[in-house]
């Protein structure tokens, strides 16, 4: 997540650059063939080009709405984590006196958030951080699943048997989850909890284990994937067609100057066909990062932060002094 005030233009141009560096050729190559070569019959009618970047634009704007509703409903999943993650942290340590019960139920907590934030930055094929561009970009910021073993961030919060144990499952979170319930039978079969205590806590696990599905369901449901070519395949045929279309349109303009610009006109194609191409590869460029929020992009749901935020809070409950401190963001980017 950008944490600034907004992207610099320079950090823009940095990232979308590869795109930039195509439509120039894309601009440059027609308008040499048509000027210098003679081959006239280049031109395609300005209308026909118009339609296209009508329904290109509808196209556009219709994925890069939905993806931002993607990264909206992730931020909407994790903030209900931590909410929920609060109040567990409360009735952990309110509803029975046993310290060292509390202590377990909190950083078992803690070790399920650990490994739900781990899952979601695993890879997915469909995913964009491997592109060259975001690649590049993200040297600027750091990934902390990517920093840190799972193994040594979970032997934080579980005991050497539990750790070995959950090491050794497939979804980790889920099992986790699994510890909390064991912890929780066991309270109540020693009448540590009553069963309204119990059946409240168990609730909470439900909730926790809901979340879990939804954020389950963003990390691997893609975008679909008809909808992501569809788009590309318009703006790229969108790209390679404008400049041909506004050749004629530009050469019209020599009958209205005089000068060292007649009969030159035509090659004022080039910088408009790249600046308005580059604003439909940019908003497609802008839309697939933002379709994946855990895949630790630069747009990405921060994660990270939310959980060493909920790490500081729920260890306060415990009383510990001895905290870890709040990420902080790099080059405005945290994640």
């Not at 209205?256 to 790249?274: A, R, Y």
Request: glycine share 6%; with cysteine; hydrophobic share 40%.
């Amino acid at each position: 997540m950008h944490a600034g005030k907004s992207y610099k233009l320079s950090e823009f141009l940095f990232w979308t650059r590869r795109s930039i560096y195509v439509l120039i050729i894309l601009g440059i190559v027609p308008v040499f063939l048509y000027h210098f070569a003679g081959l006239k019959w280049l031109n395609i009618p300005w209308p026909v080009v118009a339609l296209l970047g009508t329904a290109t634009a509808f196209i556009v704007g219709f994925k890069n709405t939905q993806t931002y509703n993607r990264t909206e409903e992730a931020q909407q999943i994790w903030t209900t984590i931590l909410n929920l993650s609060r109040a567990w942290g409360l009735v952990s340590r309110d509803y029975f006196d046993n310290p060292a019960k509390t202590k377990d139920l909190i950083y078992g907590h803690l070790a399920w958030l650990t490994a739900l934030r781990y899952q979601m930055r695993e890879h997915r094929i469909w995913e964009s951080t491997a592109k060259k561009h975001n690649a590049e970009y993200s040297r600027f910021y750091s990934i902390p699943e990517k920093e840190m073993p799972l193994k040594k961030e979970l032997a934080k919060y579980l005991s050497t048997e539990d750790l070995t144990y959950i090491l050794k499952t497939g979804n980790k979170a889920t099992h986790i989850m699994g510890l909390q319930s064991r912890t929780l039978k066991e309270l109540y079969r020693n009448e540590q909890i009553v069963l309204l205590q119990f059946v409240e806590m168990e609730r909470g696990i439900k909730e926790f284990f809901v979340q879990q599905g939804k954020a389950e369901q963003i990390k691997d449901s893609p975008y679909p994937r008809q909808y992501a070519i569809i788009n590309t395949l318009f703006v790229r045929l969108f790209c390679l067609l404008l400049p041909f279309g506004m050749l004629k349109e530009f050469e019209k303009l020599d009958e209205l100057v005089d000068g060292v610009m007649k009969g030159q006109m035509v090659w004022l194609v080039v910088p408009f066909s790249i600046m308005i191409s580059w604003m439909y590869t940019s908003l497609e460029q802008v839309g697939e990062s933002t379709e994946n929020p855990f895949e630790g992009g630069a747009n990405d749901v921060p994660i990270s932060q939310m959980c060493r935020n909920m790490e500081i809070e729920l260890r306060e409950f415990l009383g510990e002094t001895e905290l870890p401190l709040p990420l902080q963001a790099q080059n405005n980017i945290i994640l």
